[in-house]
């Protein structure tokens, strides 16, 4: 396992953290990044005492909470974009400079750290081919974070949610494209490196797809994108149970042999979990 998602808002108080970060390093030496999500400005200072040297570190904010349309939501928005944050909320403009605006002032605390940022808002790569408006939306956003911090490499962990056999041909190749030109237009109109690197959820634990070789269709087709690309494989079932031993090693080993990079993994309680109750890691 080289990467790891942490999330704080489910993280207890106290040493448990510093624990599972040593214990996190002890079983995994070949380990390279961790995302702390849903980070508060107050909770920086739980990270400080944490042994993250020689480790990429991405820390997000939390969402902001979306409570359905606003007074300047576009009109005409299809039913499924109004209770979504990452839809709606990215497509109404007040919603989205208020998370940029929690992103960036997470991030002035985090950077003087040398830590980078996880943007955790997410959409379905899906929907941004669909929909170039809510495509163009999402890079005003990615934009201006990317120009407010200058200097950190960003982590971002979008989905795909339709199953792969349901998406046409034609679909295929407009998120294909649309999730180039997201990666081009970020990296040029914000003139930064953009979004290093993108983890695509493999879905397997937010809704049950059809086998992992959907996660590689999807990882397969945005792989050329012009970042660095990996699959965030989702450590948990869809009863958000622990992801069993033999099923996280088994598809480990589908993700390896057909030649997918594995970056950060949601979550480390699904992680640790089995850990204890097979003995394994």
Not at 115 to 121: K, L, P, Q
Not at 127 to 145: C, F, K, Q, S, T
Not at 242 to 271: F, H, K, N
Request: charged fraction near 15%; hydrophobic fraction near 40%; include cysteine.
């Amino acid at each position: 396992m080289t990467g790891l998602f942490i999330q704080l808002s489910t993280t207890p108080p106290g040493s448990y953290l510093q624990d599972l970060v040593a214990h996190v390093r002890l079983l995994h030496p070949e380990l390279t990044d961790l995302a702390f999500a849903d980070c508060q400005p107050w909770d920086v200072a739980r990270l400080d005492p944490l042994n993250l040297a020689g480790l990429n570190v991405y820390v997000g904010a939390p969402h902001i909470p979306w409570f359905g349309p606003r007074p300047d939501t576009p009109s005409g928005l299809q039913a499924w974009m109004l209770p979504v944050a990452g839809a709606a909320g990215m497509l109404t403009p007040s919603y989205r400079w208020d998370q940029i605006f929690a992103d960036e002032a997470l991030a002035e605390q985090t950077a003087a750290r040398g830590w980078n940022v996880y943007i955790g808002s997410e959409v379905g790569i899906d929907a941004l081919g669909d929909h170039p408006n809510l495509r163009a939306a999402w890079e005003a956003y990615l934009i201006e974070i990317c120009k407010r911090v200058p200097g950190s490499k960003f982590l971002w962990s979008p989905y795909a949610w339709d199953a792969w056999a349901t998406v046409s041909t034609f679909r295929r190749t407009r998120v294909q494209a649309a999730v180039k030109a997201l990666v081009t237009n970020v990296k040029t109109y914000s003139q930064t490196p953009g979004i290093g690197r993108i983890d695509l959820q493999d879905g397997r634990g937010a809704q049950p797809l059809e086998p992992a070789s959907d996660a590689t269709n999807w990882y397969k087709l945005i792989k050329d994108s012009g970042t660095t690309i990996k699959i965030n494989m989702e450590l948990f079932t869809p009863g958000l149970q622990p992801l069993p031993i033999d099923v996280m090693r088994a598809r480990r080993s589908y993700y390896a042999t057909q030649g997918v990079p594995v970056g950060c993994s949601w979550e480390a309680r699904y992680w640790l979990v089995p850990l204890y109750a097979n003995h394994d890691h």
